[in-house]
């Protein structure tokens, strides 16, 4: 028997003999049956602490994000768990959780606090029938904007163009099975099902022990595409492994089809966009970089901006040449709530031209959208076939027609009106 497992054996007993004398609370005291042990993982996406309530009893107080907390021993029964924004009085989640004898659970509070979801992950498993030298992975979609992920544990210069996921297809909300795997460590990363190069989370080094039972559990980072990891060993410690990265988008709409070319830590994100078009989301690194902008060849602006872990971002460039400007935008590609719901905005990128409208169907969405900025999302009734319009006070006609577009249930559009033509021009992406 090695020292280390030597170390976990006494660890648990310590946490068994410790959980059998604190007091239970609530439940159905007339089964009273055994003892359940039960420990919280605060995961949610925007909640910096939460409270954890035991039929109405806090038993987890400020569980602050990514913090694991020791077990807490229950009578073994059926219990309301209650979660509040750390004291607050609202709650914000409630629900019917049942804890079985000897058992012991990992609760884990993910989603973002408008959709907060618990989930009690049990960590029961025996390791004896493990084959020497190999370990247990099962893994946990605890995201409801990402969609489905394929996840890769490999070699750390693998190429996933010719790699076979370790799980595929895996959708959100959804909890995996167990998987055995030679122990040892591996490259993690996660992409869109289906596409290896929709990379959603990448990390060098994930570490899996032998004869170890373990949870890797994904969540949404705050621009609802890239995911955040937390890997959870059977009874035994969690893992952070954040995502270090932001995507960034850039749109030109320079006048006179003026041609943008962006750099983000000395990397290119695009040497020659011509005005007016709008180009793919780019993985950078998180922090702030110098972001340096050129327009037609020239140097428009050079500075250190903020990209946020996790986070989606629109570089829009505009205005007449020699009087370029910058606006840097927050995308929030977090997907609906209701699946017959579309989610768009209106970004106003032509310099000098009157505040605009849109309107699907002749209802008007955005109003008096000044130029250079960027309206609130609003939300949409799916239709295969609907008409955009952007329109300004000033003008007869409307700027930009888009008749019968297929506007996507559980989708995310931007529409732009962009410089560069000889008239302004409208474009719509569906950013989800």
């Known amino acids: 028997m090695t020292s280390a497992f030597l170390s976990r054996r006494l660890a648990l007993l310590a946490t068994l003999a410790t959980s059998l004398f604190i007091a239970a609370c609530g439940g159905n005291d007339d089964n009273d049956t055994g003892t359940s042990s039960i420990r919280a993982l605060n995961l949610s996406s925007d909640l910096a602490s939460v409270d954890l309530f035991v039929d109405g009893d806090k038993r987890f107080d400020a569980q602050a994000s990514d913090a694991l907390s020791g077990y807490i021993g229950l009578t073994s029964a059926t219990y309301t768990l209650n979660v509040k924004r750390a004291g607050d009085g609202a709650s914000l989640l409630t629900g019917s959780y049942t804890l079985s004898k000897d058992q012991h659970y990992t609760a884990v509070v993910w989603g973002r606090e408008t959709a907060l979801r618990l989930s009690t992950l049990p960590e029961d498993e025996s390791g004896s029938n493990i084959a020497t030298g190999n370990s247990r992975l099962r893994v946990f979609n605890a995201t409801t904007d990402t969609g489905a992920l394929d996840i890769y544990l490999t070699t750390p210069t693998a190429n ?133 902008v050129r327009v037609n060849g020239s140097v428009l602006q050079s500075q250190a901006r903020s990209f946020a872990a996790g986070n989606d971002y629109t570089l829009l460039v505009f205005g007449a040449v020699g009087a370029g400007q910058v606006q840097q935008i927050a995308d929030d590609n977090r997907l609906p709530s209701i699946n017959t719901r579309a989610k768009i905005r209106l970004v106003h990128g032509v310099a000098g031209l009157d505040p605009v409208t849109l309107s699907i169907d002749a209802l008007a969405l955005v109003s008096d959208q000044a130029s250079g900025s960027v309206s609130s999302y609003a939300t949409a009734a799916s239709n295969s076939s609907v008409t955009v319009d952007v329109t300004s006070a000033s003008a007869a006609a409307p700027l930009f027609t888009q008749a019968a577009f297929n506007l996507k249930g559980q989708a995310v559009y931007s529409v732009f009106m962009l410089d560069g033509n000889t008239l302004p021009q409208g474009v719509i992406r569906q950013d989800r």
């Open 160 to 292: 996933l163009a010719d790699a076979a996921a370790t799980q595929s297809n895996l959708a959100a909300g959804i909890l995996g099975g167990f998987r055995d795997l030679s122990a040892g460590s591996y490259r993690l990363r996660v992409t869109g099902a289906g596409d290896p190069n929709d990379l959603r989370l990448d990390v060098p080094v994930l570490a899996l022990s032998a004869q170890q039972h373990a949870t890797l559990v994904l969540t949404a980072g705050a621009g609802g595409v890239l995911v955040n990891g937390t890997l959870i060993e059977q009874q035994g410690s969690a893992t952070s492994m954040r995502n270090t990265q932001a995507r960034v988008r850039m749109v030109a709409s320079m006048a006179s089809a003026g041609v943008v070319g962006v750099s983000i830590g000395g990397r290119t994100l695009a040497g020659g966009l011509r005005s007016p078009s709008a180009g793919p989301y780019t993985l950078v690194d998180a922090g702030a970089p110098t972001t340096e």
